[in-house]
């Protein structure tokens, strides 16, 4: 049975920075590429960011970059989201995802095959 289980998600205040973590198990987790996704109150889930199975290639979306970076420990199955410099407007649940897909990173929710149950991350202002 695949698990993917984020940790780290809390309250911090603007301009705080946070390190999410996404455990997984049951799947060989160095033959996935692996992504973050968000999703705020009353909005769709959104991309965030992927890493390519190996590590060697990295993506995220343009509302992030220069403050989160992605990183994965395939030795200890664990993919990693370094958040800087927090906005009240990077509030939302964080998901992590494993996808099939490693020609490419996607940024498509329909090429992840499996979902954690996300964590929550509040930003004061």
């Known amino acids: 049975q695949v698990r993917l289980v984020e940790s780290g998600g809390r309250l911090v205040q603007a301009g705080g920075s946070l390190r999410l973590s996404c455990a997984a198990s049951?799947?060989?987790?160095?033959?996935?590429?692996m992504g973050w996704f968000r999703q705020a109150p009353g909005k769709e889930r959104e991309f965030v960011a992927a890493?390519?199975?190996?590590?060697?290639?990295?993506g995220y979306a343009d509302s992030v970059k220069g403050r989160f970076t992605i990183s994965r420990d395939n030795a200890q199955n664990t993919m990693y989201l370094q958040i800087n410099s927090l906005k009240p407007e990077d509030t939302a649940i964080y998901y992590c995802?494993?996808?099939?897909?490693?020609?490419?990173?996607?940024?498509?929710?329909?090429?992840?095959?499996?979902w954690g149950q996300g964590t929550q991350v509040t930003v004061s202002s």
């Open positions: 890493i390519r199975w190996s590590g060697s290639g990295t």
């Open positions: 995802a494993a996808s099939r897909v490693r020609l490419i990173l996607s940024a498509r929710r329909d090429d992840y095959d499996y």
């Open positions: 049951g799947l060989s987790f160095s033959s996935y590429n």
